[in-house]
């Protein structure tokens, strides 16, 4: 069933090909306004390539990538951050020399314009939304690794995305973190920014998501809810191998 709400985010056709490997190949996919899509596969097939295509990292070798109607593909990561796009890392790199709230401070400036008086009021907004508002005098170098995970969020939540892109923002937390951070996506939905998820965690993905897509070898194997993708024998092939699907 096709979801409600407008497309917000859609891609057409799009490959990525580093040489002579084929990163993605003819992959179409829409985000619907509001939505959590989840996306997953195995380590390669391609989630993050596409990300970064959709962030302008990566110049897509062929198709596009529309949002809200307007063609953004090769267009540079500051302009279509200043659209409405945000990712965060799998690999969290905060400025270490800067604190928390003056990292958080960064996204709202240059991501979301605003003047400094007006981002410190973001960053202050934002940081207690995601409960660091404690640590935010303290050096992002000094903090956990489940705040560097909210810090990641708290800095694209300043830009003021309406979408914002998630690629493991769960990696390395325990199950009750986990928790917690299934809460805090739950509660950035509500805030009407709509997300993609990329994890690798599977009870978390499926817990959350609306909607799924699966990679395998850069191209989109399967599409449907949590329930539909978790019986899809395509999908526990490409995690499970022949014998199992």
């Known amino acids: 069933m096709e979801p409600e709400g ?3 985010l ?8 580093f040489g002579a490997l084929a990163a993605l190949s003819g992959v179409d996919f829409t985000l619907h306004e509001g939505e959590i899509l989840g996306l997953i596969g195995p380590n390669g097939s391609g989630k993050t390539t596409l ?6 990292v990566y110049r897509p070798t062929k198709g596009k990538v529309f949002f809200e109607g307007q063609d953004i593909t090769g267009l540079s990561p500051h302009k279509i951050c200043q659209l409405g796009i945000a990712k965060t890392s799998q690999i969290v790199q905060p400025f270490t020399h800067m604190t928390v709230a003056e990292n ?3 996204g709202a400036m240059y991501g979301g314009g605003l003047s400094q008086r007006e981002a410190w009021d973001k960053t202050w907004e934002v940081l207690e939304f995601v409960r660091l508002d404690k640590v935010g005098n303290v050096s992002s170098g000094n903090i956990s690794i489940p705040d560097r995970r909210r810090l990641e969020l708290a800095r694209a939540l300043a830009t003021s995305a309406k979408v914002i892109l998630l690629d493991e923002n769960m990696a390395g937390l325990t199950p009750s973190e ?6 805090l996506l739950r509660a950035i939905r509500v805030r009407g920014i709509t997300l993609m998820v990329v994890e690798h965690i599977m009870r978390a993905v499926m817990g959350i998501s609306d909607r799924m897509i699966v990679f395998d070898y850069g191209e989109k194997i399967a599409e449907g809810t949590p329930g539909e993708i978790a019986d899809n024998p395509e999908v526990i092939k490409a995690y499970l191998g022949e014998k199992y699907a």
Do not use: C, P, S
Request: proline share 0%.
């Open 6 to 8: 407008r497309v917000i």
């Open 104 to 106: 958080v401070l960064v």
């Open 51 to 56: 990300f970064n295509v959709i962030t302008g």
């Open 178 to 183: 986990i928790e917690e951070a299934l809460d």
């Open 10 to 17: 859609k891609g057409e056709h799009i490959a990525k090909h």
